[in-house]
């Protein structure tokens, strides 16, 4: 499961772990509150992941987000 700023409800996603090369297929399940959609575009919050998934895609879950570089690709 997957939050995103700018991904409508129920889209399926890859998010690929950068440093990690770890690929997961995900489902948007929450998107951002309206009043927090820029800023989360702004600071670089592509996605919001729960801490299991963060675990596997950064290799830690005490980290900033600048510092677990992901990709994420909306699947069609």
């Not at 309206?34 to 800023?39: I, L, T, V």
């Not at 670089?44 to 963060?54: P, Q």
């Amino acid at each position: 499961m997957v939050s995103s700023p700018t991904l409508p409800l129920g889209s399926w996603v890859w998010v690929y772990g950068r440093r990690t090369g770890v690929l997961l297929r995900c489902r948007v399940t929450d998107v951002s509150h309206p009043k927090d959609q820029e800023r989360h575009i702004r600071t670089g919050r592509i996605a919001e992941l729960s801490y299991e998934v963060t675990e596997r895609l950064c290799g830690s879950t005490r980290e900033r987000v600048i510092d677990c570089p992901i990709i994420t690709v909306e699947l069609e």
